[in-house]
């Protein structure tokens, strides 16, 4: 059923202002990198001494680098599944000619490079089996997911905003820990990737900044509940072949707080970025109940750091099908 009532109501007035923010955070495609530009040309006379040194390289990297570099990849692989959600949450016609439906396939056209150059690098390397990456990620496809925010783009735009910095940051580290064993070519990639991932974080941030002016009072609601339920990553329900789904998804967590990629404080630092941006103790004209939800979340960042000063991570490696020992 179509979105009715208020929130349509919102998204339809802030249709004019996409445009804005796509010339801003969007890049045209004749100006923005493409996976062939990062990678050994095929038909270069040093194309087979190219892959040579990928493999010597991929050598020198750990066995949690690859997992999380794998689970990274499967996720943006995974593309089809966000983009089938984002054209069914914000309201209005997404195959029509609006700036809604525009905006969401030109972010899903910037996001589909990411996996495509990914997916490359990891069947050029040596180190993974790439039979067991494409089976989970036919299956993480197969399977969908829910992150807790129904058709309510209020909700759907605080989750891409904080999806999108963390995938920035963990592309970024990821991108840094190669740099650290000389590996410039996935140093590169990896970085390239975290660039496009912060411009799609300035971009959904300021449609939730815009919605705030409009209806701060239903934002402030979703803000909290979104938190409440705590931001999950896409590949909460990302699974190896003959397991059950979602069984991976701790153990490649851990993996990547052990190597730092991402962590429980970055959660937190990002959900402090977010509420500082949307100036969240600034708010006027909250009714009660937006205002008992701004005191949740004012308070969530001390709580949550409490909470995992008393976590701890297992320090044992989990051995996936993806990866070659």
Request: aromatic share 12%; charged share 30%; with cysteine.
């Amino acid at each position: 059923m179509p979105l009715t009532g208020d929130r349509y109501e919102v998204m339809k007035a802030l249709d004019k202002f996409v445009p804005e923010i796509s010339e801003k955070y969007l890049m045209p495609v004749n100006e923005i990198w493409q996976p062939a530009q990062l990678l050994p040309k095929s038909d270069s006379e040093n194309f087979f001494e190219e892959i040579r040194q990928i493999r010597e390289e991929a050598r020198e990297l750990s066995y949690d680098f690859w997992v999380v570099l794998v689970a990274d990849t499967i996720t943006e692989e995974a593309l089809p599944t966000y983009e089938s959600w984002l054209m069914d949450v914000q309201g209005i016609d997404q195959h029509g000619p609006n700036n809604w439906a525009r905006w969401t396939r030109q972010w899903t056209a910037e996001e589909n490079r990411h996996g495509d150059v990914l997916n490359k690098y990891l069947y050029l390397s040596g180190r993974v089996d790439m039979f067991e990456i494409e089976r989970t990620t036919h299956h993480i496809i197969a399977d969908g997911f829910d992150i807790g925010t129904g058709r309510d783009p209020y909700k759907n735009f605080v989750y891409t905003s904080f999806q999108e910095l963390a995938t920035h940051i963990s592309h970024k580290r990821v991108g840094q820990l190669a740099k650290k064993k000389n590996n410039k070519l996935l140093a590169n990639m990896c970085l390239m990737i975290a660039g496009d991932e912060m411009r799609h974080y300035h971009a959904y941030r300021e449609f939730i900044h815009q919605i705030f002016k409009i209806d701060p009072s239903q934002m402030m609601l979703a803000f909290s509940d979104m938190m409440k339920k705590k931001i999950v990553m896409p590949a909460q329900f990302i699974r190896e072949s003959g397991g059950t789904i979602g069984d991976a998804f701790e153990n490649f967590s851990n993996a990547a707080q052990r190597l730092g990629v991402y962590t429980t404080n970055d959660y937190i630092d990002i959900l402090r970025k977010l509420t500082d941006f949307w100036q969240i103790a600034n708010l006027r004209e909250l009714d009660d109940a937006a205002e008992r939800a701004r005191d949740y979340v004012m308070k969530l960042p001390d709580r949550l750091h409490k909470i995992s000063e008393r976590s701890g991570v297992p320090k044992d490696q989990h051995i996936f099908k993806w990866v070659s020992v």
